[in-house]
């Protein structure tokens, strides 16, 4: 079999429809498999699928294992050559799975690792597609607004990444594998971003192209309109677990004492409650 498409599903009855059926509706020209992992769902998210799509294989799970324990658990028993963790708010518009097959297999000798396409959102403009590995100089950028959203000139041309999103994630099971799989310690946030920073240590590229197209409904920005206290507590775990995993000695203690002031802006660019920012913000002095 050429690709395992794995999905990760909590609660997303609907948009987990609309993601498997543009993938029927256009991906030809190779085996694949839908398997869906289904994190404790409550919203009969497997009745209305299973009735519809008979052959996706249904993974039933007895609590939310996050995002990364339950893509393992997907990848544990898929069978093809090829792995594309897709999330359930995605849309194809187009053969990109195909696509991202035949780029992976044509470049075989240049080290690509990993693939994943210029991602839009649902008025079809550059969404969130990638993003920078974890330094203090990549912090302060990201403060300063060093950052931007890619244009429309950029979605014509490859480019080499830090990491691929994890919302379409291509890679080879072989090479998913050797790596373990996803951190099982990582419930939320930040798994793509250590898988990928293992895998560059191994030598191999991380690498968005252009041509398969794929809406990304619920991406974007990590800005102060969406982002709730939850989501940011979740995300500042994980952030600190990545950090221990992989900074030691002084560097790590200079990008704690750095991250700790930047972290500080929570207070001005919130609008949560004040209890709430003080209960955000110690999660950020944990180390």
């Known amino acids: 079999m050429d690709v395992s498409i794995i999905i990760v599903n909590y609660n997303t009855k609907k948009l987990l429809l609309d993601c498997i059926s543009s993938i029927y509706g256009y991906t030809s020209n190779l085996s694949f498999e839908i398997i869906v992992v289904d994190n404790a769902s409550i ?3 497997e009745e209305l699928i299973c ?3 008979p052959s996706v294989r249904w993974f039933n799970s007895a609590e939310n294992l996050g995002f990364g324990r339950a893509n393992n658990l997907g990848a544990k028993y898929a069978n093809g050559e090829y792995l594309f963790f897709l999330n359930s708010d995605t849309l194809l518009l187009n053969n990109a799975i195909l696509q991202l097959l035949s780029y992976m297999k044509m470049h075989n000798s240049d080290n690509v690792g990993v693939l994943g396409t ?10 969130n ?3 920078f590995f974890p330094s203090i100089k990549n912090e302060i950028a990201y403060l300063l607004g060093k950052y931007h959203r890619p244009d429309n000139s950029e979605l014509r041309r490859e480019r080499d990444v830090d990491f691929v999103t994890g919302a ?3 890679i080879a099971k072989r090479v ?7 951190d099982s310690e990582i419930f939320m946030y930040y798994e793509e971003t250590d898988l990928q920073y293992r895998l560059s240590e191994s030598g191999l590229i991380r690498r968005i192209i252009p041509g398969p197209e794929i809406i990304h409904l619920e991406g974007g920005s990590f800005n102060s309109k969406k982002l709730t206290v939850s989501r940011f507590i979740m995300a500042q775990t994980s952030y600190n677990y990545y950090l221990r995993k992989h900074f ?5 203690y200079l990008y704690y004492v750095i991250l700790c002031f930047i972290r500080l802006t929570i207070f001005v660019t919130t609008d949560w409650s004040l209890k709430d920012k003080i209960k955000a913000y110690k999660v950020v002095l944990r180390k």
Request: charged content about 25%; proline content about 6%.
């Open 43 to 45: 919203d009969q998210s």
């Open 51 to 53: 009735s519809r799509f």
């Open 118 to 127: 210029w991602l839009l959102d649902g008025n079809r403009e550059p969404n």
């Open 129 to 131: 597609s990638f993003g």
């Open 168 to 170: 379409d994630l291509f």
């Open 176 to 182: 998913f594998d050797d790596l373990g799989g996803f």
């Open 248 to 252: 030691k000695g002084p560097y790590y």
